[in-house]
């Protein structure tokens, strides 16, 4: 674990938290509002936008989003021609969040639920797209969260990572994909190394560099299961 990364992450969450809430905003043609303890990043969610924008295109298609925070990915994409959206996050305030953004801008076609990645979400229920904007700072198994927010950085032991495609599969129909966002920061090899362990067939889709100091480095990556999974 690199503590100060840590510290890095923990300080500027706890910094979002110190202002008055709920915070609004006007982001791809949403009017968002974002409630306490759910994460919005700097610059009109500049990490959030760049994802929600490189998404491949969902006309049609039924989406999960697994960890959708204040909804803008999930109501983005139910906006613009998903059939219908399934937003699921295990911040309860999140969930509160997104249902609250989606009355704000009249979308119908978006249901959230409170969910540790798939626990809650229908065995029977298949998507064309599961995308996940994983938290990309890797701590120990252990690890203590001091609040909710933090759920949305930090990822203990690289479980979400390992659950994700590992189980992912079993949701998708019989020629749907994965969609992973990542911050490779100064590991590029992160999650490619664990691709090609578990040999999933994968492309690299988009990349950004955010910061200059490489600190906030974003990679989508589109990724097939296996056949039979």
């Known amino acids: 674990m690199n503590i100060d990364r840590v510290s890095y992450v923990r300080r500027r969450l706890a910094e979002s938290q110190?202002?008055?809430?709920?915070?609004?905003?006007?982001?791809?043609?949403?009017d968002m509002e974002v409630h306490k303890d759910?994460?919005?990043?700097?610059?009109?969610?500049?990490?959030?936008?760049?994802?929600?924008?490189?998404?491949?295109?969902?006309?049609?298609?039924?989406v999960?989003?697994?960890?959708?925070?204040?909804?803008?990915?999930?109501?983005?994409?139910?906006?613009?021609?998903a059939s219908q959206v399934l937003a699921t996050d295990f911040n309860p305030n999140a969930i509160t969040n997104t249902?609250?953004?989606?009355?704000?801008?009249?979308?119908?076609?978006?249901t959230s639920i409170q969910s540790d990645l798939y626990k809650s979400v229908d065995q029977n229920s298949?998507?064309?797209?599961?995308?996940?904007?994983?938290?990309?700072?890797?701590?120990?198994?252990?690890?203590?969260?001091?609040?909710m927010i933090e759920y949305s950085s930090f990822?203990?032991?690289?479980?979400?990572?390992?659950?994700?495609?590992?189980?992912?599969?079993?949701y998708l129909t019989p020629?749907?994909?994965?969609?992973?966002?990542?911050?490779?920061?100064?590991n590029e090899s992160a999650v490619t190394d664990k691709l090609?362990?578990?040999s999933l067939p994968h492309k690299l889709i988009a990349r950004k560099k955010i910061t200059s100091d490489g600190m906030i480095n974003l990679h989508l990556y589109e990724i097939w299961p296996l056949p039979g999974e």
């Open 18 to 30: 110190l202002t008055e809430f709920p915070k609004y905003a006007h982001c791809l043609g949403l």
């Open 38 to 62: 759910v994460f919005w990043d700097d610059d009109n969610n500049v990490t959030g936008r760049w994802v929600t924008e490189n998404v491949p295109p969902t006309v049609g298609k039924r």
């Open 64 to 81: 999960l989003e697994v960890g959708c925070g204040c909804g803008l990915t999930a109501l983005f994409l139910a906006k613009n021609g």
């Open 99 to 110: 249902l609250a953004n989606a009355r704000r801008n009249g979308i119908t076609n978006i």
């Open 126 to 147: 298949r998507f064309d797209h599961i995308v996940f904007h994983l938290p990309s700072t890797r701590v120990p198994e252990n690890f203590e969260f001091s609040s």
């Open 155 to 170: 990822d203990p032991g690289g479980s979400l990572l390992h659950r994700f495609l590992q189980e992912s599969g079993k």
């Open 175 to 186: 020629t749907g994909t994965m969609i992973l966002g990542y911050n490779v920061s100064r």
């Open 196 to 198: 090609e362990t578990l």
